[in-house]
């Protein structure tokens, strides 16, 4: 879905989304979703598609394990879930084609960035640390913070750390960023103007994102083309 660079809102501040929009996540996630169902002898494509556990998993991944195993052995495969990726994740940090060189960009041109995600705060910042991006941002909010997307108090939240007005008139001029249908509605409930980025479509009739990129090449036409100064 395109629209006319020549329309889009001049931004005062860029929003984030952080997993498949800066960093390639879901391949590693599907994988360690499958092998913690497996430990409970559950087969996760018997259940679910690969598209529906990414779908829950965005929303809220805590909660993909208590609508399979219930509510007691939810919280224990969530467990091992977060544990599991806390031992691995630092060899699964992949940046997206194009991001890092985005993120410079956009910095260079002295717009403010933040990241705002359904991933934990302390994960956040140590995948920040790890690949060298932490100075980018100035405000990163994970669901720790203030709960989870699509709230619009993540949006304010991560605002009011970048020195903006808590009024939602001035949300208008801020642009977000995510791949996902949460991003929409987070955009939406906040009144952000929403791109949707990468390949990855929600099959959703409600999904009408103001613009959408499938790569940070394409962010970079767009920016060379209004020429955001």
């Known amino acids: 879905m395109n629209l006319a660079h020549a329309s889009l809102p001049k931004p005062k501040a860029i929003l984030f989304d952080f997993d498949d929009t800066l960093i390639d996540t879901w391949p590693f996630l599907w994988r360690l979703y499958q092998d913690t169902f497996a430990q409970f002898n559950i087969v996760l494509t018997d259940l679910l598609t690969e598209t529906a556990c990414r779908d829950k998993a965005v929303r809220d991944g805590r909660k993909t394990f208590e609508d399979v195993l219930g509510t007691t052995l939810g919280p224990k495969a969530c467990e091992i879930f977060l544990t599991t990726y806390a031992k691995t994740f630092p060899n699964h ?45 100035k405000s990163i909010v994970g669901y720790d913070c203030v709960g989870r997307k699509p709230n ?78």
């Open 93 to 137: 940090i992949t940046p997206l084609p194009g991001a890092s060189h985005a993120l410079q960009s956009l910095s260079q041109q002295n717009i403010p960035l933040g990241i705002v995600s359904n991933k934990h705060s302390t994960f956040l910042n140590q995948e920040l640390k790890i690949l060298g991006w932490e100075g980018f941002f």
């Open 152 to 229: 619009p108090q993540t949006i304010t939240h991560a605002l009011s750390h970048m020195h903006f007005e808590d009024k939602k008139t001035d949300h208008h001029a801020v642009w977000l960023i995510g791949d996902s249908f949460v991003d929409f509605e987070t955009a939406q409930n906040s009144g952000c103007f929403f791109i949707h980025f990468g390949e990855y479509i929600p099959c959703d009739a409600r999904f009408q994102p103001g613009a959408s990129v499938a790569n940070w090449n394409q962010f970079h036409e767009i920016l060379n083309n209004i020429r955001i100064k």
